[in-house]
């Protein structure tokens, strides 16, 4: 083909700094004629706010001095008026030239939640949906010339938030629960596009691959538009190439028939030798780009490029379960090796307020996420799918990323006007995210068999009709919900061991202790695993007024802390509250937070392959919280970060032990394991292991040589001390991994009590009881732990 047939596709971003936006009652934008509003240099605009897309309602008012920092204090609280109104967005561009004659359409990739819009006083039409995207014809209403500032004007309305989660499942992520402000964000919060195509359109692509042997086959699906009223000739062209290292060229062209409308076309390419993209501690993260282009009369209609990874994804299931206790798979198997999931739930995006969020805080925080030894994210149903970059950073660093959809913890109406464009919904999001090698699977609801209300809900109606309709976009394996085998799940027809969140060591601390909550648990997978800590002092003066750092005062409240539970989980790991001050108090709950997690996380991962993931919640946290991350909103990481980056260490030495405190003179036991998630073995490795007295002395001390097997888990052997030391004393068992030549592999310990462990227990017991009381007394809200809130002369 010559180049002169060959007219380029042409792509410009309308995003950035250059927008304004103005907030009026609901229907008054159309009462005062904000669409026809000319694009010339006019006094209207003049007064109106400065704004950024992508962003955010709030974040924008901000910049503005509209409303305070909502992260600050109570201020979130103080903005609600802002949900009530529709805000108006608008932006002026000047068209090149160069796209005159094509066909000309405006994307917008994701807006939260509803909108119209219009160009040059033209009505393009109205969409609904945060996650999907939409686009609007242009062709008859751009104009090419040129003025100052623009002659095009775009004009975005965003409607009043939806305030019923009910209404959008799937369609909106979660705004309401127990760790959520009572305000709804909104805002266009993904880049707004202006594109230039032939008639016929690539509108998705499909690439998966499986593999041959040492080659694979990737498989590919296109999906054309064709507006025209009759079938035509469109020529296909691929190229795949290595992207992040060098490979041989393979090159594809077919010929295919576009009816008119939508159309989809299927064919493959055979990769010699292919390079595998695998998860960071499997294998390397090699990569390939597609290009493709889309051939009509001689002329370049379209092209798209996606980097994909070549891998395969099955599922197999757990050993050691009956099929009265398990119906699913659960063991991921990527490239035909089994993979332990050490998950976090990522508790993003980095900001609620999407306009805070930045490349450069996804990437640092990924980067937090492989020095934490986590190899899988889990995104749950109370926070979005996330932007593509994401995904690609993760493709990069080789973490992969379980995707819930955005249902959690309610009844939800399988009537047609609700699951129809929920599940529509959902397919979208699938279909924006499938070619990412880092996504592994895909899941309906979170908590949404959690009670009675549930099981009478069309709750699992819309998960099962969420999988069906997946079939037909993706290979990604998908689940129903999680978790499956609580008590309503069960009621549903779920078996009793397929899945549970280890959630209630916290919810209800001081009930049971750590040892005896988590090794009671037995299920396949355990999707979440919670516990909590204050961030550190530097971070808290960010967002609790200085006169309510301490004593704590309601922010401390507002911000999610649970204060009766971290005193109960610090009387727990430490015998006592730690609140001798701010300070203490804080690194206090830190530490417990860290000694909970790895005392949880290593019993999971001692028992695969009967246990295949498990996953602490959260990572971190989209707003600034006084819970659950480990690190904390403006990325500092907390103590707790390395005690979960040794628990997840792929070759981790561990200590089993049935309880952490120990009367004088009583005999310690403890099983020493070795757990190996890696695919090789070892051989005559030094296993080394001491314990010292809370003065620092070593009273025992011992080493043996052993042989581990790969991706297995292995007691190697039984320690016993005759305990020796005061009650309320500490004592730490270290062991240490090493090869003959002395290279360190793994290196671990744990701190436990010499004291009572039956009082401990019925003095927590008692904390317990009174944590209830104080509830039933002044209710769940955090006035609980202010009621002088509630009381006013």
């Known amino acids: 083909m010559s180049q002169q047939a060959i007219k380029a596709v042409t792509e410009i971003d309308l995003s950035g700094n250059h927008w304004k936006m103005q907030g009026i009652r609901p229907g008054a934008g159309i009462e005062q004629g904000f669409p026809e509003m000319a694009s010339e240099y006019q006094g209207t605009f003049f007064n109106w706010n400065q704004a950024t897309v992508p962003g955010d309602v709030y974040t924008d008012l901000q910049r503005n001095g509209e409303i305070d920092d909502p992260y600050f204090g109570r201020n979130f609280g103080k903005a609600k008026w802002v949900q009530e109104l529709e805000f108006w967005y608008f932006t002026k561009f ?20 509803s909108c119209e819009a219009w160009l040059n006083g ?4 109205s969409h609904e949906g945060m996650f999907s995207k939409f686009e609007c014809d242009i062709t008859d209403v751009v104009r090419f010339d040129e003025w100052y500032e623009g002659c095009n004007i775009l004009m975005v309305k965003l409607d009043p938030p939806p305030r019923n989660h009910r209404q959008v499942a799937g369609r ?5 629960g127990d760790y959520m402000p009572d305000v709804v964000p909104f805002g266009i919060w993904r880049p707004v596009k202006l594109r230039a195509t032939g008639d016929i359109r690539i509108e998705a692509t499909r690439v998966e691959s499986r593999l041959d042997g040492a080659d694979a086959i990737v498989c590919v699906e296109v999906e054309l538009h064709n507006p025209l009223d009759a079938d035509v000739g469109v020529g ?10 060098g490979s041989q060229r393979y090159d594809k062209q077919l010929t295919v028939r576009a009816s008119s409308g939508l159309s989809y076309h299927n064919f493959e390419m055979q990769v010699k030798q292919a390079k595998l993209w695998w998860p960071w501690d499997m294998g390397e993260q090699h990569l390939y780009q597609l290009d493709l282009t889309a051939q009509y009369n001689g002329t370049i209609e379209d092209s798209r490029s996606e980097v994909i990874g070549i891998r395969e994804i099955a599922m197999e299931m757990n050993p050691g379960f009956t099929e009265d206790e398990v119906e699913y798979p659960w063991t991921f198997v990527i490239n035909g090796k089994p993979a332990f999931l050490r998950s976090a739930c990522w508790g993003g995006q980095p900001s609620m307020l999407y306009g805070r969020n930045t490349d450069e805080k996804y990437r640092a925080r990924l980067e937090m996420v492989l020095e934490a030894n986590i190899n899988n994210l889990r995104i749950f149903g109370w926070h979005p799918p996330e932007v593509p970059y994401f995904y690609e950073l993760c493709d990069r660093l080789g973490i992969t990323v379980w995707t819930n959809f955005s249902f959690a913890t309610q009844a939800y109406s399988a009537a047609p006007q609700y699951l129809e464009p929920a599940v529509e ?9 499938r070619n990412h090698p880092s996504c592994i699977f895909f899941m309906g609801g979170e908590e949404v068999y959690f009670s009675q209300a549930h099981v009478e809900s069309g709750n699992k109606q819309i998960m099962q009709a969420i999988g069906a309709a997946l079939e037909h976009v993706t290979n990604i394996p998908y689940g129903d919900a999680s978790p499956l085998s609580g008590e309503f799940g069960q009621a549903l027809g779920y078996k009793p061991k397929e899945s549970s969140h280890a959630n209630e060591h916290y919810y209800a601390a001081g009930l049971n202790l750590m040892e005896e909550y988590y090794t009671a648990l037995d299920y396949c997978v355990i999707p979440e695993l919670t516990a909590a800590s204050a961030p550190a002092v530097e971070s808290l003066r960010k967002f609790i007024p200085e006169d309510e750092l301490w004593p704590m005062g309601p922010s401390w409240g507002y911000h999610w802390a649970d204060i009766d539970i971290l005193k ?8 006592d509250e730690c609140t001798g001050s701010l300070e203490e108090f804080v690194e206090a709950t830190q530490i417990a937070q860290g000694m909970i997690f790895q005392f949880a996380l290593e019993h999971f991962r001692r028992r695969k392959p009967r246990v295949s993931a498990v996953a602490l919640c959260h990572f971190m946290t989209h707003m600034p919280d006084i819970k659950w991350g480990i690190i904390d909103y403006y990325g500092n990481k907390k103590l707790s970060f390395d005690d979960v980056a040794r628990a997840y260490q792929p070759l981790l030495v561990s200590l089993e032990y049935s309880k952490r405190r120990w009367l004088p003179g009583e005999k310690f036991t403890a099983g020493l394991f070795i757990v190996n998630d890696f695919h090789q073995d070892y051989r005559n490795l030094l296993l080394s292991w001491k314990i010292t007295d809370s003065e620092g002395q070593c009273v025992l001390e011992d080493s043996m040589s052993v042989d581990v097997e790969t991706n297995s888990s292995c007691e190697f052997q039984q320690l016993q001390w005759k305990v020796d030391g005061v009650e309320n004393a500490q004592f730490v068992v270290s062991m240490r991994l090493e090869t003959p030549e002395g290279e360190l592999l793994s290196c671990n310990h744990h701190t436990l009590l010499i004291g009572d462990q039956k009082k401990a227990k019925e003095m927590l017991f008692k904390r317990w009881q009174n944590t209830v009381e104080r509830k039933d007394m002044h209710g769940k809200s955090y006035y609980r732990y202010f009621p002088e809130l509630q009381n006013f002369e």
């Open 122 to 125: 033209h009505y393009l039409g």
């Open 568 to 575: 109960n989980l610090n009387v727990e790991v430490f015998g």
């Open 425 to 433: 919904e959902c397919v979208e999001i699938v279909k924006d995210r």
């Open 236 to 245: 296909l062209d691929a190229v795949l190439q290595g992207e992040n290292f």
């Open 172 to 176: 909106k992520f979660c705004f309401g």
């Open 94 to 113: 000047n068209a090149p030239k160069s796209m005159e004659g094509r066909r000309l359409s405006i994307t917008f990739e994701g807006v939260d939640y």
